[in-house]
């Protein structure tokens, strides 16, 4: 009884502190409204730089800009190039443009390009015809792409001195400093420096080989005889990857380098003129003389011996 009575106050205190407790939390679910709390600030928004800038620094002679379905206009130094635009320049042609502050990439003469892409992290070009030479310095992950003609044989780099020739029935690429990926019919090579490779349409990779110092070129005239209507029929052999023109006409060549074309005759003709170019840059021309004519008789007497 007397054990009882000593727990009764403490049971008593419960209950009121339970009470309580019941009460506060019906006051804060009903009548009291916390302040709300501060929210925490929005992360600031990363910015986003827009496209790369390529710019035009450099002029030699005839150089266009155009752009797919659209004329062409003569290039200014200082001008912007942008994505999808064209260049193209002329038969003593050559400009230079700066991508950002660590790229450079210069055409040369008889050479057509397509920008294909220009963002901050991949430079694509579709390189037709002729040469280009590029300066591409590391600038974080950004990658340089430069596609032939079909855009089935690709070279890639991060960091590279190299140039690429794009003869419309494959494309070359030699490698001065660093080292660059050509790729084709799900095969890559390592194209290091010092080294050249070459992509034959619908090929793969040729392994690579070094650049040699100079480009080999020989040709003669194959013309039996004389012709009235044919000046020469050119046969030759140039190093794979090359290009070579005829008058100035591209001329395909095999896939082991040799080449043959028939030049008619025109008034005052007196030779072809035969130029090659690699992708290292070497050039060389010959002239092959034009066959000769037969025979004119411009006057033709017959005298009849008188009888005496």
């Not at 419309?168 to 690429?173: N, P, R, S």
């Not at 007497?301 to 005496?308: E, G, S, T, V």
């Amino acid at each position: 009884m007397r054990a009882w009575r000593h727990r009764l106050p403490a049971q008593i205190a419960g209950l009121i502190a339970a009470v309580l407790l019941l009460a506060l939390v019906l006051f804060r679910s009903t009548v009291y409204e916390p302040p709300p709390r501060p929210e925490a600030a929005a992360p600031a928004a990363t910015p986003h730089s827009g496209p790369a800038q390529a710019r035009i620094v450099s002029v030699r002679g005839e150089v266009e800009r155009g752009s797919a379905g659209g004329g062409w206009s003569a290039v200014q130094p200082g001008q912007t190039v942008h994505a999808d635009d064209l260049l193209r320049t002329g038969a003593h042609g050559a400009t230079d443009l700066t991508i950002g502050e660590r790229s450079r990439v210069s055409l040369g003469e008889s050479t057509e390009l397509s920008i294909r892409e220009l963002t901050d992290s991949v430079h694509r070009f579709r390189l037709t015809r002729g040469r280009m030479v590029a300066d591409y310095d590391r600038d974080g992950k950004r990658l340089l792409r430069v596609e032939d003609g079909q855009g089935e044989a690709v070279a890639e780099t991060r960091a590279a001195r190299f140039s690429v020739l794009s003869t419309g029935t494959g494309i070359a690429v030699a490698t001065t400093a660093g080292a660059v990926d050509l790729s084709a019919r799900r095969r890559t090579v390592h194209v290091s420096e010092g080294q050249q490779s070459f992509v034959a349409q619908g090929a793969p990779p040729a392994r690579p080989s070094p650049v040699p110092t100079a480009v080999l070129l020989k040709v003669a005239n194959a013309l039996a005889g004389e012709s009235a209507s044919v000046c020469a029929e050119i046969d030759g052999s140039a190093s794979p990857g090359s290009e070579v023109t005829v008058d100035d006409v591209p001329v395909p060549l095999g896939a082991d380098g040799r080449f043959n074309r028939q030049v008619p005759r025109t008034a005052g003709k007196r030779g072809v003129r035969i130029l090659i170019r690699d992708a290292a840059g070497h050039q060389k021309a010959r002239t092959v003389p034009c066959s000769p004519t037969p025979a004119e008789i411009d006057d033709m007497a017959i005298r009849w011996k008188q009888a005496p």
